[in-house]
């Protein structure tokens, strides 16, 4: 199979295994509520997924992201500190424009290609992952992902229809759509939601109120605008100009509108009436379309009226509309209501906003965002969801992290910051490529794998030592046991006798 080639290629194919390892600080006084489990991460996703790892490994059941599509016009910068002398000369440059800049189809194959593996491995086996772009990268963009997903695990490249106007975009055409591709971790476990479909006649039914009690003074409550995309504000006006009533109340009409049953029609005299669908047949489920459904999914419009509605004013370029990513991730995550999704380009945080919207179905699903830039992460990322579970009292909050220091100090040392339940569970991920249990782990005993059971020995009183004290504390049986401690002062023959493996603190560590 042809495979994609570039400059830089062989420097970042495996720089996702040089990135250092870092551990992650809670900010108690930015987060909302308590051990919500749904986490902010303010920092570069290529070291917030790493730090990720230890707890999250083949954990996610859905990934959302919207990268920079490289037009041109994000300002974005490459910096990752690749070890390599053409890399070096690109650093902390902003990425320049088709035909100014040569390297840019590089350089955002260099910054996707580690992200994208690290998110593999954080992919539930049954996980997919879900991916905005446009036309600027998208070829090479299914190029890599075949590479680091396989072909085979190809599900979709759905195209979503993300402008209404007519504007030209080029000489020749007005381009209205952007796409999102979607690749399984494993094809043969993804389950889909399906289409639904009603086979049978359509009619419909006026919303204004008609014959008596049909004057906006019979029932004030029931007049107030009902919002086209088309049309803006729509009152119930009367024929004959004065003001009417509807039918039907504000959240019931709002029901109608998010499943697509809500048309408009310009009478002749220039009133818009509103009409609700009425759909009479036998319902069928068929497989979900590759052309998302505009009345579901909504337009880029959409989510900048949104946001705008949130903070009052305009505090974010092009959010993708909430609608669009919470049918994007109930594809996968419908009927699992406990999963996990994740979001490693959040910007203004819809991402987040979309699984709690989704979770008004009962469901306790999590969400993982990171954003990269510091005022984005605390104001908009943030500060939207704060504002979100606020006003719709939701009972989950969030926790708001930073990434810290990185696991070696520059001595080689462990950082004297790092928990007993942080080192735990970077031992236990490093020496199984499982996450650690903590309803299993007790006092120094982290976990068990495959008749191999781990111990650590880490901020105790008396020092970190491996004494044969401690030989009272493991488990009596023959089970191998592997035990990390900065010193052992246990003779060989103890040692075999009672199948431990000793090692020692910092230096058979893994590097991970
Ligand atoms: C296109 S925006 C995402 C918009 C988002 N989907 C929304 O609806 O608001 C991309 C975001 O990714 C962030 N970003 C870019 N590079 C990043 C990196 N290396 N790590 C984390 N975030 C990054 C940018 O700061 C920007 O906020």
Same mark, same amino acid.
């Given at each position: 199979m042809p495979t994609l080639n570039w400059i830089g290629k062989e420097a970042v194919v495996n720089h996702d295994k040089e990135v250092p390892f870092k551990l992650l600080r809670k900010v108690k006084s930015a987060s909302?509520?308590? *051990?919500?489990q749904n986490l902010i991460i303010h920092g570069d996703n290529l070291e917030a997924l790493k730090a990720l790892m230890p707890y999250y490994y083949g954990k996610i059941k859905c990934i959302y992201i919207d990268p920079p599509y490289n037009t041109g016009n994000e300002k974005w910068i490459y910096n990752d500190?690749? *070890?390599s002398p053409k890399i070096k000369q690109w650093l902390g440059k902003v990425v320049g424009r088709e035909s100014e800049d040569l390297t840019r189809h590089d350089k955002w194959l260099c910054m996707m290609y580690p992200r994208l593996k690290l998110l593999r491995d954080l992919l539930a086996e049954d996980g997919v992952i879900l991916a905005s772009i446009d036309d600027n990268e998208l070829s090479n963009f299914i190029q890599i992902l075949n590479d680091i997903f396989l072909k085979r695990n190809y599900i979709e490249t759905f195209i979503w229809k993300s402008r209404l106007g007519k504007g030209a975009t080029s000489q020749t055409t007005a381009k209205l759509h952007e796409y999102i591709v979607a690749y399984a971790k494993d094809i043969n476990l993804v389950k889909f939601k399906t289409d639904k479909r009603i086979r049978g006649k359509e009619s419909k039914e006026r919303l204004r109120q008609w014959g008596q009690g049909d004057k906006r003074e019979d029932r004030p409550t029931m007049y107030f605008p009902i919002f086209s995309k088309e049309y803006g504000e729509v009152f119930p006006i009367r024929p004959d100009g004065s003001d009417g009533r509807w039918r039907m109340s504000k959240i019931r009409i709002k029901e109608l509108l998010d499943q697509g049953l809500i048309t408009f029609e310009k009478q002749k005299d220039g009133r818009i009436e509103v009409y609700r669908k009425i759909l009479s047949g036998s319902e069928t489920n068929t497989a979900y379309s590759s052309i998302l459904d505009t009345e579901i999914v909504k337009t880029t419009a959409h989510g900048s009226i949104e946001l705008k509605d949130i903070f009052g004013k305009q505090v974010f370029d092009y959010p993708k509309p909430s609608a669009l990513i919470k049918e994007l991730i109930s594809l996968n995550t419908l009927n699992d209501q406990n999963a996990i999704i994740l979001d490693s380009f959040a910007g203004s945080g819809t991402t987040g906003h979309a699984v709690l919207e989704l979770n008004k179905d009962g469901g306790n699903r999590k969400f993982i965002m990171v954003e990269l830039e510091d005022k984005v992460a605390k104001k908009i990322t943030a500060g939207r969801i704060r504002k979100v579970v606020k006003k719709h009292k939701y009972k989950a909050g969030f926790e708001y992290c930073e990434l810290d220091k990185?696991?070696?100090? @520059? *001595?080689?040392?462990? @950082?004297?910051?790092?928990?007993f339940k942080e080192f735990a569970s970077y031992i236990y991920f490093t020496e199984t490529q499982r996450n650690l249990d903590f309803k299993k782990a007790k006092d120094n005993f982290i976990g068990e794998l495959s008749g191999t059971e781990y111990y650590l020995i880490y901020k105790e009183k008396n020092k970190n030592d491996l004494r044969?004290?401690?030989?009272?504390?493991?488990?009596? *049986?023959n089970n191998k046991k592997v035990i990390y401690a900065d010193r052992c002062l246990i003779d060989d023959m103890t040692l075999s006798k009672f199948n431990i493996v000793f090692k020692q603190i910092p230096y058979e560590v893994k590097v991970y």
């Open positions: 909302v509520g308590d *051990n919500s500190k690749v *070890n990185t696991l070696f100090d @520059e *001595n080689g040392h462990i @950082e004297s910051s790092c928990d044969k004290s401690f030989l009272k504390r493991i488990k009596k *049986n």
